[in-house]
């Protein structure tokens, strides 16, 4: 008997599945924090450049969905903050703790949910 794996579940839980609504999702944290996305034209070795005074992170336009969730994980494994703002979303809120951990925010820029 042939066992049929598909690609449905994420690699690691607290990743998200790699579909335009995950990458949506993502944009719209990465918002709340107040990070401004744009996807251009560049030559990024690394697949975006980030503005550090105005908080703009440029996207390589030309990575697929699976590129660019990975650039806004990166992107969200900078964010340093004492704490959270509190304008975040409910719905921003509960995928930020989902994701803390697998990049990298360090436990101080969490410490409302406890």
């Known amino acids: 008997m042939r066992v049929r794996q598909t690609n449905f579940a994420p690699a690691r839980p607290h990743?998200?599945?790699?579909?335009?609504?995950?990458l949506k999702k993502l944009e719209t944290l990465l918002g709340e924090l107040g990070y401004t996305v744009r996807y251009e034209?560049?030559?990024?070795?690394?697949?975006?450049?980030?503005?550090?005074?105005?908080?703009?992170?440029?996207?390589n336009r030309f990575y697929d969905t699976e590129g660019r969730i990975n650039v806004l994980y990166d992107i969200l494994g900078q964010y340093r903050a004492t704490d959270l703002p509190p304008e975040l979303s409910p719905a921003s809120l509960k995928l930020y703790r989902r994701v803390r951990k697998f990049v990298g925010i360090p436990a101080a820029a969490t410490a409302e949910e406890e």
């Open 41 to 59: 034209k560049g030559n990024f070795t690394s697949g975006y450049c980030l503005v550090e005074q105005r908080r703009v992170a440029i996207v």
């Open 15 to 22: 990743m998200l599945p790699t579909t335009k609504h995950s």
